[in-house]
């Protein structure tokens, strides 16, 4: 019955194949910014409902998957993302991968692209790299604010200034982290002590990072080639303001073995942002603070001998779980997820090494 209704929703939708889309959950009636997103050219959106989304959202332009929809597309995933959760945007990744997705926009609906299009570099393309002894870097140096650092950047390598050398390479930036002016994604501890509006310096050449280096990147101004599909899912057993994160670490690990890597640009969005608890979110955010160091120096280290990059991604979830990153439900989810990326015809990438 889960298959019939895998392609009885395909079949009702496959008008709409494209290249580019954009996924987006909400709870909110549709932002100004999410209105200008389905303007864009050339980019599909498909907008993911929550029980908490109103009823009568509307907004013509877009693909809107309600409740409702979201139970007739038969996906392995739909038994173990709860609701009320930002892990819905699970549903709208696989949906977009299903009709015909090259290239996932991952944003969300108060981040404001600058531009009239999508912008990002080619799967293949020369650009900086840095290249250092040390196990993290911080992007928002570079692209001008030394003083700020990213969402989930190991708090014992803040103050931590690591040389580097730049040099470029012909590099397979699957992934690319655009970053945001005004109000971008930093973690509770400046926004209580800092506060400010931040724009960042423009016309930065990019800035990838070489193997064994690490930056955390969120699920907010982010690009993934197909490639690096398999790397979107968000786990379900964090917190809210933990779990791109948690993935975005898990990511960047398996990146290496199959040859590919993470990419920050220059800010390509803004953001107005919607409301926040600050303090809620310092609470939320508990794990960044005091696990992130440890994680990134047993990604590190870790290696596997599997062959396949689905049971690399098996045996590394299994991992973390063991090691109380996240929880053993997230083993289960990701073997569904597997499944769900085979059933709409997604082939994963070779290991490199």
């Known amino acids: 019955m889960r298959i019939i209704g895998v392609f009885l929703f395909f079949f009702l939708f496959s008008s709409i194949d494209a290249d580019q889309w954009a996924v987006v959950t909400t709870i909110n009636y549709p932002t100004n910014d999410l209105k200008k997103l389905v303007?864009?050219?050339?980019?599909?959106?498909?907008?993911?409902?929550?029980r908490k989304t109103p009823l009568d959202w509307h907004l013509p332009g877009c693909v809107f998957l309600s409740?409702?929809?979201?139970?007739?597309?038969?996906?392995?995933?739909?038994?173990?993302?709860?609701?009320?959760?930002?892990?819905?945007?699970?549903?709208?990744?696989?949906?977009?991968?299903?009709?015909?997705?090259?290239?996932?926009?991952?944003?969300?609906d108060d981040n404001a692209l600058i531009g009239n299009s999508l912008e990002y570099?080619?799967?293949?393309?020369k650009l900086r790299a840095c290249e250092t002894d040390g196990l993290c870097v911080n992007p928002y140096a570079y692209f001008g604010?030394?003083?700020?650092?990213?969402?989930?950047?190991?708090?014992?390598?803040?103050?931590?200034?690591?040389p580097y050398n730049i040099i470029e390479h012909n590099i397979f930036p699957l992934i690319q982290q655009g970053l945001v002016n005004n109000d971008p994604d930093v973690d509770a501890i400046f926004r209580l002590t800092r506060g400010e509006f931040i724009n960042f310096v423009e016309n930065k050449p990019p800035l990838c990072l070489s193997r064994g280096v690490f930056c955390p990147f969120n699920s907010q101004n982010t690009v993934f080639h197909h490639k690096a599909f398999w790397g979107l899912l968000l786990p379900i057993t964090t917190s809210f303001r933990v779990c791109d994160i948690w993935?975005?670490?898990?990511?960047?690990?398996?990146?290496?073995?199959?040859?590919?890597?993470?990419?920050?640009?220059?800010a390509t969005a803004r953001q107005e942002r919607n409301a926040h608890n600050f303090l809620?979110?310092?609470?939320?955010?508990?794990?960044?603070?005091?696990?992130?160091?440890?994680?990134?120096?047993?990604l590190n280290v870790w290696?596997?001998?599997?062959?396949?990059?689905?049971?690399?991604?098996?045996?590394?979830?299994?991992?973390?779980?063991?090691?109380?990153?996240?929880?053993?439900?997230?083993?289960?989810?990701?073997?569904?997820?597997i499944q769900d990326l085979l059933s709409v015809g997604y082939v994963f990438p070779e290991v490199a090494e």
Not at 40 to 45: F, P, R
Not at 79 to 88: C, G, V
Not at 316 to 327: D, I, P
């Open 145 to 162: 604010q030394p003083n700020v650092w990213p969402r989930g950047y190991p708090l014992e390598y803040i103050l931590k200034k690591v």
């Open 247 to 266: 993935r975005g670490y898990w990511v960047q690990r398996l990146l290496w073995d199959i040859g590919g890597g993470l990419c920050f640009t220059n």
């Open 67 to 108: 409740v409702e929809q979201q139970e007739k597309l038969g996906y392995r995933i739909l038994d173990y993302i709860p609701w009320n959760h930002y892990s819905r945007k699970n549903i709208g990744y696989l949906y977009a991968i299903a009709h015909g997705a090259t290239v996932i926009y991952d944003t969300d």
């Open 121 to 125: 570099f080619p799967v293949q393309s």
């Open 280 to 298: 809620r979110d310092f609470v939320d955010e508990n794990d960044l603070y005091v696990k992130s160091g440890q994680l990134v120096r047993f």
């Open 39 to 50: 303007q864009q050219k050339d980019l599909h959106v498909v907008v993911v409902a929550d």
């Open 303 to 337: 290696r596997s001998e599997k062959y396949i990059l689905s049971e690399r991604i098996v045996e590394l979830t299994e991992t973390l779980a063991f090691k109380e990153f996240w929880q053993s439900e997230e083993v289960v989810l990701v073997k569904a997820w």
